[in-house]
Every structure is written in C-alpha cells, then in structure tokens.
C-alpha cells in the first residue's frame, strides 16, 4: 500500500545530468553482457557515423549509469536493449512477444515539433514545445502525462489532424519523406467513441469490415475477419446487443471503446494512433486489449502510437518505447525499461511495490501540487523543470535525435492507403443498408415525424375539410398549400440530432479513410427515399383528400412528388447545416434560420413582382425553393379547375 513514507522525496542530486552523460568506467570485474555492450556501442557508433555521412555525436555510446539508483539491479544497457539502427530494431520490450521483423508498417519521426494557439500574449499559448521523436514498424509507442499535457494534440499532429486554431512548425516525416497521413493511410481510434448507435456490436463490424476489405476478399474470409477481431477484442458476449446511445441503454463504455478499436485494426493498418485506448476497461480487459495491439504490432510489423493515462504494470510493460510528456515538454522519451533509470538518477526513484508508471505520473503531475505542504523538499514545478533540463541534456536524448535523424534519411515508400478498400459500388451499397437500418430503428430519424406529420395534416384536413370551389376556397386552397410546403419541409429541423449522429459518424470515417464523400451522398440518400415517400404519401394523402382538393390521380401524385423533393431538399439543406455546425441546438436555429427566411421569399407572403430589388427578388427569390414548390402545388391545382 501507498503511504505517505513512500511518496518519493525529491532531494535534487548535485548534478542531475551528469549521471546520464558521465563516461562510463571500465571496471576489470564488470560484467561480462556490459562489456560487450560498450563494444556494441563502439559498432553502433560507427554505424550511425557510416549510415548518416554524419560525425556521431561527441564522446563514446555508453549504458546509462545507474546513479543513485534505489530499485535493484542494473537495467540491461540501452544500446543492446534498443538500438540496431542498421537492420531496425530489437527491443526487448513486450513482455512474451517476439518480433518477426516485418516491416508492414510506417516510419514515423518528428523533429523540434511545436504546436501553438496563436494569440496576443508573447506570441500565443504553446502546446506542443520543440518535441522530437519516432515510431516504427514494430512496436508500440506510449505518450504518457498528466491530463492537459498535450498526448491527444501529439496524437493528432502526428496523424495531421490539428484543428484549424492552431499553427505547427517542425518537420513530420513518414518513411523518411513529408506526406500528409489523413485521409485512409493510418487509423485513428479516438478519444470518443462515435458509433451508429442502432446497431449490434456485431452489425457494425460487419458493416465496417464490409467496407474497408477490399472487394477481392471474398466475403465469407470478411465475415471472419470480422468475427475474430470482435473475440480478440472480447466482445463475442455482447455481439448481439445494440451499441446504444443517450436514449437506449446499450453497451458499458469500456465495450464501446473495444467497438472503436475492434472497427479500425479490422484492416491492420501500417500506422494506428490509440488515444486512451484502454479508458473504462477494467484491468484485466486493459491487457487482453492491449496485448492485442501488441501482437498486431509485432506480429505483423505495425507501427502503434497510442496515448494513454493509467496502464497497469502488466500493460505498462507491454510498450516499447514511452514518450512522457508535461505541459508539452518532453520529460522522457526513451524505452520503456529505461525510464526508472531515468526517474531514479535524478533523485525520483520508484518506491518499492508502486508501478512505475503511476510514480512517473504522481512525479511530473503539478495540477494538486502538494509537495510543498507535505515537506518533501521542493515543488512539482521544480522536479518537472529538472527532469525536462535532464532529459534535454541526456546521452538518451541525444540518441533519439540520433535515431530520428536515421529513420529520416531511410527513404522508404510512399504510404499507400491502408485497406485499398471496397470498390466504390460496394460501399454505396453497403451504406446505404447500413443507414437504413439505422433509420428505421432510429425513433427520432422519420417515426417522430411521421406521426407529428398525420397529426398535423389531420389538422389541416378537418381546418380545409371539403374546402368545395367558393371564391374563398381559391384563397384557402392557395393558403392551405402553401402551409404543406413550408411546414411539412420545415419539420426536417425534427431529425437534426440524427443527422448530426451521422454526420459525425462519417467525420470519423472519411477521415480513418473508410468510404469518401461520394458514398455517403450516394448512401444517404438513396436510404431516406423509401421513408420521405412514406412520409409524402400517407399524410399527404390524408390531408389531400379531406380538404377535397383537386380530382384525379395524376394531381394527388403530382402534389405527393412536389412534397417529396421538397422534403429532399430540406434533408440535404439540414446534412449541409449539420456538417458546418455540428451542435444540436446551434444547428437547429441556423436551419429554422434558413428555412424562415426561403419562405419569407417563396411568393406567397409578398407577391414576386411586389419584392424589392436587389437582394429579395435577385437572386433570393429564384433561390427560394418555396418559390418552386409553391408555382408546382398551384398549378398542380389550379390548372383545370373552373370557380362559380
Ligand atoms: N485547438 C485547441 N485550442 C486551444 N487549446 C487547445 C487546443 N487543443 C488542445 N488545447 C489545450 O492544450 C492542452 C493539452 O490538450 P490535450 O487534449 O492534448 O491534453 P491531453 O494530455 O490529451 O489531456 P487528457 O489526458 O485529459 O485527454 C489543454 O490544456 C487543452 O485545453
């Protein structure tokens, strides 16, 4: 157990740094593994000089000193745990796993990165200050630090998915060249998890699998690829049950968040960003999950970048390499085996019995500083600042940069899109199944309104009812139509939380690289036909034939079609909203926005002659699709009816 006598007192050694750059010293007695090591280093030296055309850095490769270490023997020395910067790499880390060195995956080094909100004061709040680093083919990169010390913006730097506020410098290279990653090259498992939520565990696997394997798979090896990722991910118990969302209780978080993995290692992608991968999974779920990740790292030779807040020790052992951020500073970058080395030469060794991870976190977390208070000799602040200065100054840092200058000038391919996926007739089919599905068991899509729509076109029906041919009829009839065409459209606002849902959905799947723009149009719309005609049809007919409106099939049909591509319309006017404001309530008052101010200039509330010019009668009153609609509905009517 934790105790207060256990919380590491940090008394600053008299020189922090020099015990990670001392020279080392050659003792007669040293061990044998050390000594080899140093001549591993002498090769591995002369390697880096070769392979770069560079001079090496100053002063020979050596194993870090333990300094004043507290926690037990030596850890094995860095240059034959971590480096063969010649053939890649053979880390010892992942506890049980064995590499097959296959180099399926991407090259990933960034240098001197910073990411800044630009602003007035002293030229904008920094996020990301001057990192520099590398992921490859392999292994599993882990960006620890306390919350708010910029993992989810490295994440999305390195992914290119920094949003529009702020301003990167530094060089992102993948395969040693600058190409951009968004858009089908990596996979990205978000913080949140975005899921249709109507559909089983198993359904949207299946669906995604559909959509991402290529069309050359056949479709039984689809099907299990798709049920092995869902065992691998433990969710074989709850396959059949729905995801579930605000309104329906579904699955617990930690299997949404296995959902969102299971979806996006369906294709083994050669670059795969995790951001809390294991956030709301009991610990045991941590590791099988991560293990997974692992495996799909090792085994195939996948490049994994994943951020991550509290991992057990079993899980913590699992990475290779750990890149400890605070405040957007490196604190440590390095293998994972090497950091207590780290922690522990700079006066923060791990007690005894604590996982390591949680004492390099309750070390740089100044957020409930309480160091002060309780006596240990000098703030959080300060530990930070000496473990950044440290590591700045390290031989370890040195050899990342190293490592990264390396992997930079390895030129290797150009990244191809991860699946090369489904042919672009198969994800249109397949979306557009899927989205069916989706609004049908979605109350809020069309059922809603589709009883909000009989109730109000009975309404109109018993106002109307029998409207007969009286001069007054001529202006109700014009009246009544006009009605159906703004209020019937204008109800579309009712499914805007769905379209946002789904709007969201395919922001994360456009951008994982799943379908593009064209197959979710294509799949959309064709899934909303069946159910705007029903919606066009049957309270259409009913208010149509209780006011007694024109006789004869082909005007009820002529007048069903005009509310059709009305309600087209506005569904497509109500995605376009939903994919500039993605927020409920903002988007609902821009919609209703539109939607009042395209009525205002429809024809009916001022005669088009009577609008002023410019602006109202050109071009709003020709953009006006109430105009449309209404010139349709009345001579749909009127044509052909004689008046008393
Ligand atoms: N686009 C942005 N504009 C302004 N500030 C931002 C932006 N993105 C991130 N930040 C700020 O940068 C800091 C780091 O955010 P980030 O989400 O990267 O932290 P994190 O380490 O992932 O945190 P957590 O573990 O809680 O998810 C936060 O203080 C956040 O408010």
């Excluded at 529009?164 to 410098?169: I, L, P």
């Excluded at 100054?393 to 992997?407: K, M, N």
């Excluded at 041919?469 to 009605?483: D, E, H, N, P, V």
């Excluded at 010019?613 to 010139?631: D, E």
């Amino acid at each position: 157990m934790d105790t207060a006598a256990n919380v590491p007192r940090w008394t600053p050694s008299p020189s922090p740094t020099r015990s990670l750059l001392k020279e080392p010293e050659t003792k007669a007695n040293d061990a044998p593994s050390k000594r080899k090591s140093s001549v591993d280093e002498v090769e591995l030296q002369s390697i880096i000089s070769e392979e770069d055309g560079k001079p090496a850095a100053a002063g020979p490769m050596f194993p870090f000193s333990t300094g004043n270490s507290t926690t037990g023997p030596d850890p094995p020395p860095y240059s034959s745990m971590a480096i063969d910067m010649k053939e890649g790499k053979s880390y010892e880390g992942g506890k049980g796993l064995t590499s097959k060195g296959s180099r399926n995956g991407l090259l990933l080094t960034w240098t001197d990165l910073w990411v800044t909100v630009p602003g007035a004061k002293n030229g904008g709040r920094p996020l990301l200050q001057g990192l520099t680093g590398y992921a490859e083919p392999g292994e599993i990169l882990a960006i620890m630090g306390p919350s708010g010390s910029g993992k989810t913006t490295l994440l999305d730097a390195l992914a290119g998915r920094l949003s529009s506020n702020t301003q990167q410098t530094g060089e992102i290279l993948i395969n040693g060249r600058k190409e951009t990653l968004a858009f089908g090259t990596s996979a990205y498992v978000t913080q949140d998890d975005i899921l249709m939520t109507t559909l089983t565990v198993r359904e949207a696997v299946h669906f995604s699998a559909q959509l991402q394997l290529p069309d050359s798979m056949p479709t039984s090896e689809k099907k299990e690829r798709a049920e092995i990722t869902i065992r691998e991910m433990g969710l074989q118990g709850s396959a059949d049950t729905r995801i579930g969302g605000w309104n329906v209780k579904g699955i617990s978080g930690g299997q949404k968040r296995r959902v969102s993995i299971c979806i996006e290692i369906l294709t083994r992608p050669k670059l795969l960003f995790l951001d809390e991968p294991t956030s709301g999974l009991d610990s045991a779920a941590s590791y099988h999950v991560m293990s997974h990740i692992v495996k799909l790292a090792r085994q195939d030779g996948r490049t994994v970048v994943a951020s991550i807040h509290q991992p057990s020790s079993e899980v913590f052992e699992l990475f290779h390499n750990l890149c400890l951020l605070s405040s957007g500073k490196t604190v440590y970058f390095g293998p994972v085996s090497m950091a207590e080395q780290f922690f522990s030469s700079n006066g923060f060794p791990c007690p005894a019995l604590r996982n390591p991870s949680d004492h390099y976190l309750r070390t740089i977390n100044a957020d409930f500083d309480m160091d002060v208070e309780q006596g240990h000799g000098g703030s959080t602040e300060e530990a930070i600042s000496v473990l950044v200065k440290s590591y700045k100054s390290s031989e370890i840092s040195q050899r990342v940069c190293l490592r990264a200058a390396f992997i930079r000038d390895q030129k290797g391919g150009i990244p191809e899109k991860k699946g090369s996926q489904a042919s672009f007739i198969t994800q249109c089919l397949v979306l557009t199944e899927r989205s069916f599905i989706n609004m049908y068991r979605d109350l809020g899509y069309y059922w809603l309104r589709l009883g909000v729509y009989i109730a109000l076109c009975l309404c109109v029906g018993t106002i109307y009812y029998d409207i007969g041919k009286t001069f007054g009829s001529i202006q109700a009839r014009g009246s009544m139509l006009m009605f159906v065409a703004a209020f019937l459209t204008f109800m579309a606002i009712g499914g805007f939380p769905s379209f946002v849902e789904d709007m969201k959905i395919f922001g994360r799947e456009r951008l994982n690289g799943h379908y593009g723009v064209g197959a979710f149009v294509v799949g959309n719309t064709l899934s909303s036909i069946p159910y705007l005609l029903m919606i066009s049809l049957i309270p259409g007919a009913m208010a149509y034939y209780l006011v007694g409106l024109q006789k004869g099939v082909e005007h009820f049909v002529c007048f069903a079609l005009i509310l059709f591509v009305c309600m087209m319309l506005v569904e497509s006017l109500m995605m376009i909203v939903a994919s500039i404001v993605p927020d409920f309530l903002m988007g609902i008052i821009t919609g209703a926005g539109i939607q009042g101010v395209m009525m205002l200039n429809g024809g009916f509330f001022r005669l088009p002659d009577d609008l002023p010019n410019p602006f109202w009668k050109y071009p709003m009153y020709y953009i006006a699709f109430h105009k449309y609609a209404n010139q349709g509905f009345y001579k749909n009517e009127f044509q052909g009816l004689t008046f008393p």
